[in-house]
């Protein structure tokens, strides 16, 4: 794939610049976000990155004058590092992570004896992963999982392990061939930049059994000494800053895993120190506890500690902070069912068959939403800084429970949709919730939220409204009530529904005829055929 | 009555430093100082105009010694001190006037007189024509700093009899100059007069030059005095000093105890320095100054009162100007809850002879009394390609590491530019590198820092690459 390169917008007034130098040739191979070109505007330089890793496709030339949103060049996606040309400017030097035939071969007639049926050599070189950039806002990731131990030998591109962000979970695939050495441990949140893991490169594929050559390990070992990870009198010695830093926080710094050389703490470390640290003396203190317990209660009381994955903690902090900063208060209704449940009753068999999907109460729901938001915009939209942000669409999020937990995927443009359109998307974007597979972007930019706590058997709920949007729709179980029809008491299946919205840009009277709304067309779904 | 979070006595480096901080942190600060320019000993009188007078001087001597091999010839090279002690001036003018700049940048307040304590929260400022004034302060830093010892039996008369302070002012060259004591002011204020025509004669009472360094540093530096001709006298000590109107007479007993005397036009007197707190009246703030007239402080520096704080030579300790600015800054970051750290054992000490003289963290001797194993390199300037360049050949740089671990211990370097490179000594030791470490970093070819990597490769594995 191709990945076109723009001008990005630099600044109100600027209309257009001139590329004052390419610092990388047509047919480079570039990484994400390496500085590929240098542009001119009238008021400033600036650098521009590149977007994606592949092999660079220049379109404007140097001191063409262009203009922005303009496309200066591509970056071919696809393109494998190994048929760049020559980027040896490249600080990592992958180029000589990649096996060279030739070279593989002069090798094996060179046949060291020291080489002792191993097919690999040690470049010597070391080559350092890091945290890729994954998104925009994405400032941290947690290892899920390490697909290869320590010590593993690993080819270039194989899937080495899996990282999850608050937002996704993605894949994490090897940038050179040769020994695995895991730096950071399964469990550990890193930031963005943070080094993941070391490759020693290697050339000529995988070793046989046998371990390296004897001859190398001698060879190198002088200097693993200092390099390696291992522990020297200098691991967790803090740097000046470092040791000030901790001091101040409180914590012993041989508590502290240094990332620095040979494990020395660095100020990055410091700084990140306090979220571990929160253990330790929780940790301590229930012991205290225990110990001070003066009769012990019978029966097992095990309690067990685990660390909050990145999107619990997200959650948790976009919950507070939506709590906090908004004006949030809730309406109820309650929608008598028993129509919807007819028509499904009714056309069951034949939607199945004609779109493949199930007739279910989201399509209902999606669509009565989407007409009554059309009516009152101000629960369709949201505040930005001190203006009110109205959409004349409708991106739809729906809750939904995924193992890691609470996702909200977003249907587009759910207002155009038909009701089979609906149910598909509801079905598609909830198996890939299950899956772990949402793509940011599919779970950002929704406009109003729908949760159905009725799927658990909740009868009523106050949902927290889903930042930055300004209103959610709670759905709950559906219950056979008593209710009065015409004067008569009648069994009917009646379902509450709710509506948190934020006070401060919707109205009782907008918020409150809105849930009314949703009521009436669900009640009598012809008014969604009809739009009245 | 103004009143202040924090008022600093003395504007020397220490004070003017922790002003600053201390502004810079938030508080309303005050600076007292007795003199009309700020600045303290180091740039009034210490470490800027001796750095002024030995780079003239050193130009001087180079265009005498060295300039003929280099292609030049020069013809009536003469000494125009008058110009030179001008030069020098104006250099203090500069920087002193940096600093009223900088208290103005930072919004400090500068009062000038002497600083008495009323109370522990109330200064008395008085001027030089008596007037006072009084300051409310809540927290004060003493900064006040430290004075050339005098000897009993050679009070400075100030015109044959002089201090430091004095030798920066002369106005002709003396003839020949006696320096009593041969640490680091007694030789950059001799170099000055031996490089621009005086004889200059050192007594040192003990048996090594710069005595607290390294002793290697000791030796070398010995031959490098020797071999700029001044006469160094070891192992000597000076019993009597008279002035004799026009001349000056210095009476010394060598090992034996056998006497001599000498005669000279100037005896500068450099045997060390004393904290000063004359006027400072610390018994009314409750503190008491130690037997060797140190204000007595914690680990943090605060005195026996609460509230009050003392940097810099006025406390134990070297006495460095970066050192006191070390501490200048840990204590107003102390004041507002931080807990910065000051590694002692890493604060430099450096003579600005030349060669110069730098060294950083354990001397051998150190270590050889603590009874630890180490290790030592040594790499010669004469093999420095740098270093032929320039005629600079003289000195070597040596590197002390533990024996077992490869942690650099220490280094000590005598050499050209050896004061500016010992900052990466430093650098190296915070962060606790080995000598391989240091062996395994790009140096830039050709530079001096050449000497401080092949000194470590020798201390690593004894392979130097050019030895």
Redesign the interface.
Known sequence: MSLQIKVPEVGESITEVTIASWLKKDGDYVEQDEIIAELESDKATFELPAEAAGVLKIIANEEDTVEVGAVICEIDTEAKEGSKSSASSDKKEQVKAEPKKEEKKAEKEESKPSSSGSGSKKTGEVHEMVVPTVGESITEVTISSWLKSDGDYVELDEIIAEVESDKATFELPAEANGILKIIAQEGDTLEIGATICKIEVTEGGAPSAKKEGSADQSESKSSEVTTSGEETYATGHASPAAAKILKEKGIDPSNIKGTGRDGRITKEDAENAEKQQAKAPEAAKQEEKKQETPSAPKGERNQHREKMSSLRKTVARRLVSVKNETAMLTTFNEVDMQPIMEIRKKYKEQFKEKYEVGLGFMSFFTKACTLALKEFPAVNAQIDGNEMVFSDYVDMSIAVSSPKGLVVPVIRNAEKLSFNEVEAEVIRLAKKARDGKLSIDEMTGGTFTITNGGIFGSMLSTPIINAPQSAILGMHNIVERPVAVNGEVKIRPIMYVALSYDHRIIDGKESVSFLVRVKELLEDPTRLLLGI | MSKYDVTVIGSGPGGYVAAIRCAQLGMKTAIIEKYDTLGGTCLNVGCIPSKALLDSSEHFHNAETTFKEHGINLSNLKVDIKQMIGRKAEVVKQNVEGIAFLMKKNKIDVHTGVGSFIDKNTIKVTDSKGKATEISTDKVIIATGSKPVELPFAKFDKKRIISSTEALELKEVPKHMIVIGGGVIGLELGSVYKRIGSDVTVIEFLDSLIATMDGTMGKEMKKSMKKLGMDVKLKHKVTKVENKGKEVEVTFENEKGESQTIKGDYCLVSVGRKPYTAGLDLEKAGIKADERGRIPVDNHLKTESDNIYAIGDVVRGAMLAHKAEEEGVFVAETMV?????I?YKLIPNVVYTWPEVAGAGFTEEELKEEGRAYKTGSFPYKALGRARASMDTDGLVKVIA?KA???ILGIHIIGARAADMIASAVTAM?????A??VS?MSHAHPTYMEAVKEACLTAT?NRPIHM
Do not use: V
């Not at chain 2, 809850?337 to 750290?341: D, S, V």
């Not at chain 2, 915070?430 to 080995?434: G, I, T």
């Open positions: 809850g931080q807990k910065p750290h590694n533990d671990t490869d942690e915070e962060f606790r590198a080995s391989e470490d395994r594995e």
